[in-house]
């Protein structure tokens, strides 16, 4: 077997989450008191931390991109919007044929990491919420890289021999490139916000139009 460890993105890749974040973005741009709060087109914001999408795509100051982040997750968690999103197609299979394979698998994401571990939780998909890292409250996690970093490191994939049979799987050219700067192969999904020649060009080692696929990839 080619990888013995599988890391997931979850927005764009797991988690059809398109909609969830389109109507917390919007929640917090009318609360920010932003002048056309209503977002057409969504993709470009999904998948960056949520403060930067404020301070960014919208001009505010850190601090307003904060209070942003805040009234989002008012939106989000407290509201419960995180909860109305579907899993895609496949996922569920794809992570249980992962683990009978004997995979390590987990989920290195942007989101918050408490609001990924619920979601999940709630889920069919059975990845153990341990395995689930995002930026942490401590604030030692603020990017894909440091995320991967972090669960190669506390999981025993840190050695370069052990690096490579890691595969990260995401949607977007951070996804691949913060897996590249750790040392450790990408894939790509084509179903979720970034486009098939965003993920080739950004180095991925394959892109698939289903979940399953990822199985044979694995297997080598």
């Known amino acids: 077997m080619k990888y013995h460890c599988v890391l997931f993105d979850l927005d ?9 974040v389109w109507r917390s973005f919007e929640y917090a741009l009318e609360k920010l008191g932003y002048p056309e709060p209503k977002i057409e087109d969504i993709e470009p914001l999904i ?3 949520i403060e930067q999408v404020f301070t960014k795509y919208y001009g505010y100051s850190e601090e307003d991109g904060w209070r942003g982040h805040d009234f989002y997750q008012e939106e989000y968690v407290t509201h419960g919007r995180m909860y109305k999103d579907p899993f895609f197609d496949g996922a569920a299979e794809t992570v249980e044929a992962l683990r009978s394979l004997g995979c390590t698998v987990g989920i290195c994401t942007n989101k918050g990491e408490p609001t990924a571990r619920k979601i999940v939780g709630k889920s069919e998909v059975n990845i153990d919420e341990d395995h689930v890292y995002g930026p942490d409250t401590a604030g030692t996690r603020t990017n894909k890289i440091e995320i991967i970093s972090a669960f190669l490191e506390d999981y025993g994939y840190d050695t370069p021999e052990k690096k490579a049979g890691v595969l990260m799987v995401g949607d977007r050219y951070y996804d691949i490139e913060g897996a590249q700067a750790c040392g450790i192969d990408a894939a790509g999904v084509a179903f979720g916000n970034g486009t098939r020649e965003e993920l080739l060009n950004a180095g991925a080692i394959a892109v698939v139009d289903h979940m399953m696929e990822l199985v044979e990839i694995v297997k080598g």
Not at 12 to 20: A, F, Q, Y
């Open 47 to 49: 998948g960056p931390p």
């Open 12 to 20: 764009g890749t797991l988690l059809n989450s398109k909609e969830g």
